[in-house]
């Protein structure tokens, strides 16, 4: 669509049952956010799990949205064939300012209807995590708040632990 005129180039979208989605702008907290989760968990991944880092996911035919952080299920080509489907994503994680509402509402239904085993969303207006587990149609039945002194690590990889408040970024006020 950016090459026919429709859209202007590299713009922030993607596609989430058959709607595109314009997304906001990464804003300075957001993309901190997202850095710290690199720094803190790629290195401890090694031949265990591939990091993407917003990157896009093969949910469905009409949804092919574009996480902010996954882990995902080795493959020797690195996913270069073609994007991870929901079967390959051991971990997915939305850092959320602006989009909290999209985050927790179409893209949480979206993803538990797809299998998502496990889906973090990291609030950076509230300053907590919300983890959530065991999607069940298009909800997940165990869903947990921590708050920035909680420790918490992916059920997949459960030595991976780090502070909830080593990603979130100091809130100012």
Do not use: C
């Not at 949480?108 to 300053?127: S, T």
Request: charged content about 25%; aromatic content about 6%.
């Amino acid at each position: 669509m950016a090459r026919a005129g429709i859209l202007p180039p590299q713009p922030r979208v993607e596609l989430l049952d058959g709607e595109i989605i314009r997304m906001s702008p990464i804003n300075p907290p957001h993309g901190s956010a997202v850095d710290r989760l690199n720094d803190l968990i790629t290195p401890k991944l090694k031949g265990r799990a591939v990091a993407r880092i917003q990157g896009a996911l093969a949910l469905a035919r009409d949804s092919e949205p574009e996480p902010d952080f996954m882990l995902l299920k080795p493959q020797a080509d690195f996913y270069a064939a073609a994007h991870p489907r929901p079967e390959d994503v051991l971990l997915l994680i939305e850092v959320s300012e602006s989009s909290i509402d999209y985050d927790l509402g179409s893209k949480l239904r979206a993803y538990a209807r797809a299998g998502i085993v496990e889906f973090w969303v990291f609030d950076l207006n509230r300053g907590v995590l919300i983890v959530h587990r065991s999607p069940e149609g298009d909800a997940y039945a165990d869903v947990q708040t921590f708050d920035r002194s909680a420790i918490v690590n992916p059920r997949v990889l459960p030595d991976i632990a780090f502070g909830v408040g080593s990603v979130l970024p100091e809130m100012r006020g």
